[in-house]
């Protein structure tokens, strides 16, 4: 599905990322965390070809992001719609249907995939909000609204950013639940990005800390158990991460 290698990137010629290699194979729930400032957000846009790496590669499907063609098969939130107009004249519905890839009738794709757009926002518990105009929703609302966007095509691979960032605790837990039901009985692969370590660790079956590099790659409870990651973290900071306080 995706695989990166010797990735770098910097920003006005400071390194945020060094030599990060990875891979996400079909049906993998892979979690990724670390502290502010790590380069989680950097490591997203570079996979996605919205930056330019320093060197190293990236594949998804088997393919290089040159010429990639394949972006259907993706569903992708970003950590932050800095550029949203709250003023944008679009209802849920319309916000939504953005998600549909476009077959070149234009027409057709305006009426079409009704029922995909009604399970995509029953998943996220937002149907009655249908006819609303996205402005005129509360920001939890919004990212809900932007999660059945990402998820209305049934992607091959969802990426998410941060997405539980503006929900309240309700809905954070529902959406991890929908996720695992996504990736377990769906199929769907999952590169899910977050600071909640405690949820990502009970859902994800794969645990990435990054911090400009990789500190760990495995299942959260080895992390968890890990003398090497205890001497490096210390032994107070790896139990806050894991929640055994």
């Known amino acids: 599905m995706l695989n990166a290698t010797d990735l770098s990137c910097s920003y006005n010629g400071m390194e945020v990322l060094s030599s990060i290699s ?11 965390v670390g502290p502010n400032g790590s380069g989680k957000s950097t490591l997203v846009r570079a996979i996605l070809g919205l930056l330019p790496p320093d060197s ?9 992001l040159e010429g990639f063609t394949q972006w259907s098969r993706l569903g992708y939130l970003p950590q932050r719609i800095r550029l949203f107009n709250p003023n944008f004249p679009g209802t849920v519905e319309e916000i939504v249907r953005l998600g549909l890839p476009q077959d070149g009738n234009k027409l057709a794709w305006l009426g079409s995939s009704g029922s995909a757009i009604d399970d995509a926002l029953d998943m996220m518990g937002i149907v009655h909000l249908k006819k609303r105009l996205i402005g005129d929703l509360s920001g939890g609302q919004q990212q809900r609204v932007l999660l059945a966007r990402a998820m209305v095509n049934s992607p091959d691979l969802l990426i998410l950013d941060e997405p ?12 991890y639940q929908l996720v695992e039901d996504l990736n377990r009985n769906v199929g769907t692969t999952v590169l899910l990005v977050t600071h909640d370590t ?5 859902y994800a079956s794969r645990f990435l800390y990054v911090d400009k590099k990789i500190i760990f790659d495995g299942s ?8 090497e990651m205890t001497a490096f973290f210390g032994e107070h900071a790896q139990h806050l991460i894991c929640h055994r306080h």
């Open 22 to 32: 990875f891979s996400v194979s079909a049906g993998d729930y892979l979690g990724i």
């Open 56 to 64: 190293g590669s990236v594949t998804l499907f088997g393919d290089s």
């Open 164 to 175: 539980t960032t503006a929900l309240d605790p309700e809905t954070r837990e529902h959406f």
């Open 198 to 202: 405690w949820s990502i660790g009970k």
């Open 220 to 227: 959260f409870d080895d992390f968890c158990r890990s003398d």
